[in-house]
């Protein structure tokens, strides 16, 4: 048991750096707001509510591990990129010797993310509400338009500013955070972002 603990973290390591690699050379550079740096940003406020909602060391380690992988399906498709991560989950892990039911636990806090979200516990709570935190954030507007150039590039769908304006107000209404520190600390700053786009409706419409 000792020795399977002292192998942990660093099986941990590689996967994450076999992620980021992927992340880093296959991601299409279309994927303007479904990027490396989004998956950062998931990874950063995973931890930072994981450690707010007190999970130990264990737990923390395997919604790092999901974070990291919770985007990769998009180096393969932009249709069902959920369940492609959790493809690539259990092909990298697998072959490290990380535990299997280690493994089934990290896919599912990756499909807890499909929207619309439904996490079922703390850990899945923790994961949706990092790859949420966006809308919390102060840069939300640039994140806004990457993700815009995103549907247009991926998609070809175009949408005015009002329109675009509209869909955001619309999410952010239909959007919730589950967890205590979500609920307390993210969404009185997604209010405030809030309240900017409704302000700006009034201004483009």
């Known amino acids: 048991m000792a020795q399977q603990m002292m192998n942990t973290k660093p099986n941990h390591n590689i996967a994450i750096k076999m992620a980021q690699e992927l992340l880093k050379v296959n991601l299409d550079s279309n994927f303007k707001f479904h990027s490396y740096g989004h998956t950062l940003n998931v990874v950063r406020s995973a931890h930072a509510i994981g450690f707010h909602s007190e999970l130990n060391s264990k737990e923390l380690a395997i919604v790092n591990l999901a974070a990291w992988f919770h985007d990769l399906g998009y180096c393969l498709s932009h249709e069902n990129h959920e369940q492609l991560s959790a493809k690539l989950v259990r092909k990298i892990l697998t072959p490290l010797g990380i535990d299997r039911q280690k493994i089934s636990l990290i896919c599912d806090l990756i499909m807890a993310t499909r929207l619309p979200q439904t996490p079922k516990n703390l850990l899945e709570q923790v994961l949706c509400d990092a790859d949420m935190s966006h809308l919390s954030q102060i840069d939300y507007p640039q994140s806004s338009l990457l993700l815009k150039s995103e549907i247009e590039l991926i998609h070809g769908i175009n949408y005015t500013d009002q329109e675009w304006n509209r869909k955001n107000i619309e999410f952010f209404n239909n959007h919730k955070y589950f967890t205590p520190f979500g ?23």
């Open 183 to 205: 609920k307390k600390i993210l969404a009185p700053l997604k209010t405030e972002n809030l309240k900017n786009l409704c302000a700006e409706r009034l201004l483009v419409a």
